[in-house]
């Protein structure tokens, strides 16, 4: 069982940044994928970023390549996302998730609003 506990959105201008964190419990983060996606308002899910269990391997979403980059600690049982020039379309519920494979994420956050203002 993994629990995550996200924290750090709130509201920002845009052009503004925020740094997500996501802290999970356990003894074996280190073993779990880790990833962040978003909700919208009357929108679909979507996929954020990812990174792989022991930090090497990154990728991200079309909507935050280039503004957003994922990171983690396995000593701190954390992962991050660093958002930068943020944009109102940014505006969301950040979610972040956790598999032992990236195709199974067992384990998901209960979200941290992100307001963006214009």
């Known amino acids: 069982q993994v629990l995550l506990v996200e924290s750090g959105g709130g509201l920002v201008q845009a052009g503004g940044s925020l740094r997500l964190s996501c802290a999970a419990s356990?003894?074996?983060?280190?073993?779990?994928?880790m990833g962040w996606f978003r909700q919208a308002p009357g929108k679909e899910r979507e996929f954020v970023a990812r990174?792989?269990?022991?930090?090497?391997?990154?990728y991200y979403g079309e909507s935050g390549k280039g503004r957003f980059t994922i990171s983690r600690s396995n000593a701190k049982n954390t992962v991050y996302l660093q958002m930068n020039s943020l944009k109102p379309e940014d505006t969301a519920v950040y979610y972040c998730a956790a598999g032992l494979v990236w195709t199974s994420l067992d384990y998901w956050g209960q979200g941290t609003q992100v307001t963006v203002s214009s």
């Open positions: 356990g003894r074996t983060f280190s073993s779990y994928n």
């Open positions: 990174i792989t269990s022991n930090g090497v391997f990154r």
